[in-house]
T-cell receptor
Framework: SQQGEEDPQALSIQEGENATMNCSYK?????LQWYRQNSGRGLVHLIL?????REKHSGRLRVTLDTSKKSSSLLITASRAADTASYFCATDARGGYQKVTFGIGTKLQVIP | DAGVIQSPRHEVTEMGQEVTLRCKPISGHDYLFWYRQTMMRGLELLIYFNNNVPIDDSGMPEDRFSAKMPNASFSTLKIQPSEPRDSAVYFC?????????????FGPGTRLTVT
């Protein structure tokens, strides 16, 4: 079963706007990661947030984690056409650091 | 570093044939993962290795699937006999484990079509 589930499944915005994607999960975690997948390519790691962190930034990316709600959000600010991709959250499980479960992804389209 | 290398990039085969997918992880990485991605089921972990030893193969769909890692620089995923429902993109990924925060580096994938 899916540990992480992203919402929305698809998102279309204009270039320059912000994009927010959400991830919900079911069991306690050690870390939560976000990955990007361009069409026809493998996944690329974007950012990791640990269970004791609440917010993390990397360039135009901002990730938040609310362990009480078992949810995370990924914000991409000032989006660009090159941000068009699918975005996945990946969660491990306490006691199982290496085995991560990927959600179904959010397909983001940024219109120039 | 060239990153994770997978071969072939595309494979078209007939039902019943044996298929072997290959992966070369990033040098120095001690974890290797095999995933399968389909529209219906998303990205599924099939098996992962640590220091060439299979740790968790609970995601392997059935006995037709087998994976090996004879050394730190090579792994194979074999399907015998193949079936049309095995059609998917198969990804290999590697990681350093806790020293890198568990970040996984993915290969470009092998698109398998079984007719």
């Amino acid at each position: 079963s899916q540990q992480g589930e992203e919402d929305p499944q698809a998102l279309s915005i204009q270039e320059g706007e912000n994009a927010t994607m959400n991830c919900s999960y079911k069991t306690s975690i050690n870390n939560l990661q976000w990955y990007r997948q361009n069409s026809g390519r493998g996944l690329v790691h974007l950012i990791l947030i640990r269970s004791n962190e609440r917010e993390k930034h990397s360039g135009r990316l901002r990730v938040t984690l609310d362990t009480s709600k078992k949810s995370s959000s990924l914000l991409i600010t000032a989006s660009r056409a090159a941000d068009t991709a699918s975005y996945f959250c990946a969660t491990d499980a306490r006691g199982g650091y290496q085995k991560v479960t990927f959600g179904i992804g959010t397909k983001l389209q940024v219109i120039p | 570093d060239a990153g994770v290398i997978q071969s072939p990039r595309h494979e078209v085969t007939e039902m019943g044939q044996e298929v072997t997918l290959r992966c070369k992880p990033i040098s120095g990485h001690d974890y290797l993962f095999w995933y399968r991605q389909t529209m219906m089921r998303g990205l599924e972990l099939l098996i992962y290795f640590n220091n060439n030893v299979p740790i968790d193969d609970s995601g392997m769909p059935e006995d037709r699937f087998s994976a090996k890692m004879p050394n730190a620089s090579f792994s194979t995923l074999k399907i015998q006999p193949s079936e049309p429902r095995d059609s998917a993109v198969y990804f290999c990924a590697s990681s350093l484990g806790w020293t890198s925060g568990y970040e996984q580096y993915f290969g470009p994938g092998t698109r398998l079509t079984v007719t």
